[in-house]
């Protein structure tokens, strides 16, 4: 199955040829493996895949196979969490269809004017890819027919529930037709994927293809322990040491990112950032230079960096340790693509080496703990860099020419030894200077037995307080409001004494977050409980990696990392 090719899955010929222009050799697994089924058996599909298995051409394929071009209108409705990979698969689309010349596909998406949209759907594309909010918007307001659908697509579908979309989601397609063909992507199945598939899908089959996804075991993984206010200077420290890096540096918050890319950007390194608080300007700009490799490193918040179709990075650096396994997964497969080897690197505080053991665990890798280079290493590692660079550089010996007897006549007092002493100097200098005294930033990983729990953990509470989030069934509809919520929780949990995270009201459910350690005891006090005759019921829920809900709180649980 593995070595089958696009020919043999017996695609369209235009298809094939679209593809051989595209240098697409052989499918990847999730390819090979869905695009028979999708094609032959007509059936639905959940395909449990990470980022980068090749995931768009998995589900294009087969609908451009199927599609009849003749026709105008909406067959297909692909839906996908953000405006970058809604536009990134429009072009993938239009790449894969380039022979296929009558067929049109179109991207929905928010925070920019509906009217053009509204006029693009009026010439009738029968593919659809499309935001949950502006595609449901769009049916609303009459705009968008979903009554002729034939294939619908949820990629990245626990991105879409983790922005917030799940009830936008519920709305589409329980107004699809019920003759369809569904197709779900997701890299991690929680329960409410499953609710959604039991619901809206015709016993689908089930794939996975995280073991066999061949760019991950191109990732190898490592981690610096160091002291909390070091952590910049060892990401500068990693920068130096790798003079070539091309990468992105993940950060938790759009404030984080914006600070961190401010820093490195005085500091004279090549960076800048992309998070939610910008412009889509100002981010297609950026991604623009870093594309085209004007910018070295790119600071980035996970939702902002998950549109980044960028298959050369030599590293991954998670400037914090993400709050769940799963975007540990999702960032370090940004790197090691296309057959390159890359590298996730992590900076952790001493007191994370358990999160470590975790991923270690789960994903079942080696993570190596490197030491944070010291400035000798650093002076040593540029200065044989800059040596080769001598060495192989070309010289256009006709454009100096003219220069050189007159460079040679204010050097002739220098022996070659002085002459080589100053030349390293030049650009040296500023590492010595900087590196000479530098301290070592390496912190020795705690055991967490060893250490004190009621101190270590309250005393760092203001700061970056460990929380729990947990899934309430009631919302806005149910008039919660924060404050109400606040006293529900203290009511129900009367006589203890625990922080209260943030809160994150939707119309017919909520999150909060109570400090870690209360865990069994919130789930006891709650479940069960009434509030205005309803009954409650509360959950664990996954952490939520986005800015807004969190800007305040680092959020660092111990369950970050359950499956
Ligand atoms: P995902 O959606 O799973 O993150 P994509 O569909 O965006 O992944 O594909 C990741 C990258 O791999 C893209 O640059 C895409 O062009 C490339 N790619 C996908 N399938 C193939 C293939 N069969 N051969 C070569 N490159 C591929
Ligand atoms: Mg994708």
Request: charged share 30%.
């Amino acid at each position: 199955m593995i070595d089958i090719t696009f020919e043999e899955l017996s695609l369209r010929p235009e298809i094939l040829k679209a593809l051989d222009k595209l240098g697409f050799i052989k499918p990847t697994p999730i390819q090979s493996q869905s695009i028979p089924h999708l094609i032959e058996e007509h059936g639905d599909l959940i395909a449990l895949a990470q980022t980068g298995t090749g995931k768009t051409a998995a589900f294009s394929l087969p609908i451009l196979h199927q599609i009849d071009e003749n026709n105008r209108s909406s067959q297909a409705l692909i839906l996908s969490p953000t405006r970058e990979l809604c536009l990134q698969i429009c072009k993938d689309i239009v790449a894969f269809s380039k022979f296929l010349p009558q067929i049109s596909v179109t991207a929905l998406y928010g925070g920019t004017a509906i009217g053009a949209q509204i006029r693009e759907l009026r010439d009738r594309p029968q593919i659809i890819v499309g935001t949950p909010g502006r595609t449901l918007d769009l049916i609303n307001r009459g705009k968008l027919d979903i009554s002729t659908i034939e294939y619908v697509v949820l990629d990245e579908a626990d991105e879409m529930l983790s922005m917030g979309f799940q009830e936008d989601l519920d709305a589409i397609l329980a107004s699809t037709p019920s003759e369809k063909q569904t197709v779900l992507f997701s890299a991690t199945m929680p329960k409410e994927i499953r609710r959604i598939a039991a619901k809206y899908m015709k016993s689908p089959t089930e794939l996975s293809v995280i073991s066999e996804n061949k760019s991950t075991s191109n990732v190898s993984h490592e981690y610096y322990s160091t002291y909390e206010k070091n952590r910049y200077k060892v990401l500068k420290r990693l920068a130096d040491y790798n003079p070539d890096i091309y990468s992105i540096v993940f950060c938790r918050t759009r404030r984080e990112t914006q600070q961190i890319a401010d820093k490195l950007m005085q500091d004279g390194y090549s960076a800048d950032c992309t998070h939610g608080d910008l412009s889509q300007a100002q981010r297609d700009q950026v991604m623009e230079r870093f594309r085209k490799k004007k910018i070295q490193m790119l600071v980035a918040t996970d939702v902002a960096a998950r549109g980044i179709d960028v298959n050369d990075l030599t590293h991954v650096i998670n400037y914090n340790l993400p709050d769940s396994l799963e975007t540990y997964v999702h960032r370090s497969g940004r790197t090691g693509r296309a057959n390159k080897k890359g590298v996730c690197i992590s900076i952790i505080n001493a007191r994370e080496g358990h999160k470590i053991k975790t991923l270690q665990k789960i994903l079942d890798k080696p993570f190596e703990l490197k030491q944070v280079p010291d400035g000798t290493e650093i002076c040593r590692r540029r200065l044989f860099n800059l040596i080769n660079e001598v060495q192989t550089v070309s010289v256009n010996e006709e454009e100096i020419a003219e220069f050189l007897p007159e460079v040679e006549e204010k050097l002739s007092n220098l022996s070659r030894e002085d002459l080589i002493k100053r030349f390293v100097s030049v650009e040296f200098n500023r590492f010595l200077e900087y590196y000479s005294g530098a301290g070592d930033l390496n912190a020795d990983l705690e055991s967490r037995k060893g250490r004190d729990r009621g101190r270590g953990d309250k005393k760092s509470k203001g700061k970056a307080g460990s929380y729990t989030r947990y899934f309430i069934n009631l919302g806005k509809d149910n008039n919660l409001n924060p404050k109400e919520l606040i006293t529900l929780i203290n009511q129900s949990m009367r006589g203890q004494k625990f922080g209260i995270g943030s809160i994150d009201l939707q119309k017919s459910f909520s999150f909060f977050e109570i400090e870690e350690g209360y865990e069994k005891e919130t789930l006891k006090a709650l479940k069960g409980a009434k509030f205005r005759g309803r009954r409650i019921n509360v959950e664990i829920a996954n952490p939520k990696p986005k800015g807004a809900a969190r800007r305040k709180k680092k959020k660092k649980s111990n369950n970050k990392y359950r499956k």
